[in-house]
């Protein structure tokens, strides 16, 4: 009997527990936790890092009944429902009546522009309660009481029309006599352009001159009174323009974004980006050097693994969330969030005689060290892109290019060439000795080294595919970059070895963010004596290489911590 009863109480526990755990799951239930992105170009914000991003601004944003809020490229309405939340509680006291509030925090304080018309009734239905913000009841009830038909906040009368103050997109591309928008560079006859869709990407914020934006907005917002501006902007805006690319080499387009921002001149912007922007690039370059020299940035979070923002997205090198302050004009508070938990330093965005911002403050230091000794650096002695001019589709298809395919048996006195064959293995084929190479290499003749062009996604410290030792008549596709030439095996096979150190792979780290490796990425790496043991005992293991690698430039004993624990050992 005392048994029957102890199974009994057990049970009742275990449906008590599950009773509250679903109780639990329904009282923090979040409807915009369910709608997934729109697409590649539309990252929904999850509420996580939507307060995060919040809770960055200072707390008199929070007090100040003045103040206009604008989210230039609203999604699923996620910051305008959090941000009206924290104003209800910080102007209690400032205006105690709840009504009169909540009315003018939507009437007179945050203002939105859809991403696109879809995202713009999304938004409506968060923030009003209905997708169009003068619907008013219409008294239609169920036989269970409740009303059929959804009705806005305020019974539908605190704004006069639909849209309310956030806004359908209307503006199109404008196209340039090439065929590319003179704002984001979209060509005419893509995607985004067709006739076939509703939407055409045409982001609003990014598709007026820098001067004429200002006046646009006040149009769109306030009766064009030219006396209006905003004072807090925030969101996160599309990230790229894929059209039909892959991600790493889609056209970034959120750098307008925060550029045309900082045009309207308001007291804070806090967007979360890519961090790619860092190190510049495809059509970042201009805009990293904008960044890194504004001392009004007055922190930065980088999170060097974007699941920790986005769960559900991929986005190559990162993401961050900055806060832009016309006021401030002193060093950056940078708090990096990495692997091994989060590091915080306060500095400047630019380094004196580097032109990328430099994510983890030790890397600064090590970096420091490195170019104290003045050293030739490793990227001289790297190809550019295609060394031979063979595309990666050569090696199956060489026709495809106007150029005689490749032999799959090996000729006396002709060439041998590596690249990705079927099924993307690496492979070797042959050309005869009068094949037409489209380009010649000087170390076609001599000794080298081949290294993938890309791996990995943009993390510190990624192992690259093997390095391959190349003998003389050997040349390879796009898929590799070329190091060299010597005129031994033996230097080429201690230049896999320096390859292989922690230490080597830590400052590639510094410049590569994305999953190419280009000519560039190598450009903090010292060139060191590779035939000799003047520099380095090269006959050592690769461990101890690193050893020797971290007393030769002075590393203390955190800076060998953070190689040894940030680094992946490559075999």
């Known amino acids: ?58 707390e008199e944003v929070w007090h100040n009944p003045n103040y206009k809020w604008l989210n230039p490229a609203t999604k699923n309405g996620i910051f305008e429902r959090e941000i009206a939340l924290r104003l209800d509680k910080g102007l209690k006291d400032i205006i105690p009546n709840e009504e009169i509030r909540k009315k003018h925090i939507l009437q007179n304080m945050i203002f939105a522009i859809g991403q696109t018309k879809f995202t713009a009734n999304v938004a409506r239905r968060t923030l009003y309660y209905c997708s169009q913000a003068n619907r008013k009841c219409d008294g239609i009830k169920a036989p269970d009481g409740h009303y059929v038909n959804g009705y806005a906040i305020g019974n539908g009368t605190w704004f006069d029309d639909e849209e309310g103050n956030i806004k359908t997109p209307r503006i199109e591309h404008t196209f340039d006599k090439g065929g590319k928008c003179i704002y984001c560079r979209v060509k005419s006859n893509s995607k985004y352009n067709s006739s076939d869709q509703r939407e055409h990407y045409a982001y609003e914020f990014i598709h007026y001159g820098k001067l004429a934006l200002e006046r646009h907005l006040q149009d769109l917002f306030f009766k064009g009174d030219r006396s ?70 007055s922190s930065l979070h980088d999170f060097l693994n974007p699941k920790e923002c986005f769960p559900n997205n991929d986005i190559k090198g990162g993401v961050c969330f900055f806060l832009w302050d016309k006021d401030h004009t002193g060093p950056c508070k940078i708090t990096s969030y990495t692997q091994n938990g989060v590091r915080k330093s306060t500095r400047y965005l630019k380094k004196d005689g580097v032109d990328i911002f430099i994510r983890d403050e030790i890397l600064v230091s090590i970096l420091d060290k490195v170019l104290a000794r003045n050293e030739n650096t490793f990227d001289t002695i790297v190809s550019a892109s295609k060394p031979y001019g063979f595309r990666a589709e050569t090696m199956v298809s060489a026709s495809k290019f106007g150029l005689p395919e490749f032999l799959t048996e090996k000729i006396d006195g002709g060439y041998e060439i590596f690249g990705l064959g079927d099924k993307m293995k690496r492979t070797w084929k042959y050309l005869p000795k009068n094949y037409p190479i489209p380009k010649k290499s000087p170390c076609l003749d001599k000794y080298k080294v081949f290294i993938a062009e890309a791996y990995g996604c943009g993390n510190i410290g990624e192992v690259p595919s093997t390095p391959v030792l190349s003998t003389p008549g050997q040349l390879c596709t796009e898929t590799f970059l070329e190091i060299g030439p010597f005129n031994d095996a033996q230097s080429a096979e201690n230049v896999i070895k320096y390859i292989k150190t922690k230490f080597f792979r830590a400052l590639v780290g510094i410049q590569k963010q994305t999953q190419h490796t280009t000519q560039k990425v190598y450009r903090f790496v010292p060139l060191l004596d590779f035939k000799s043991k003047k520099d380095i005992d090269w006959s050592k293991s690769v461990s101890s290489i690193d050893e020797q690698l971290f007393v030769r430039y002075g590393l203390n004993s955190e800076e060998i911590k953070f190689i040894q624990m940030n680094i992946q050992e490559m075999i």
């Not at 599309?238 to 045309?260: C, H, K, M, T, W």
């Open 1 to 58: 009997m005392e048994e029957n009863k102890n199974v009994a109480i057990k049970a009742e526990k275990d449906h008590t527990s599950a009773v509250e755990s679903a109780y639990d799951y329904l009282e923090h239930f979040d409807i915009l936790e369910t709608i997934t992105n729109v697409g590649n170009d539309e990252v929904f914000t999850p509420r996580k890092t939507c307060d995060m991003i919040l809770d960055s601004l200072p």
């Open 228 to 297: 209006m501006k905003f004072d807090v902007i925030i969101g996160n805006p599309p990230y790229q323009l894929s059209d039909g690319g892959a991600q790493a080499s889609a056209r970034p387009i959120y750098q307008l974004f925060v550029e045309n921002a900082i045009s309207l001149n308001p007291k804070y912007l806090c967007m979360i980006v890519p961090s790619r922007w860092m190190i510049g690039g495809k059509g970042l370059d201009d805009f990293r050097q904008k960044m890194i020299e504004d001392k009004h940035f």
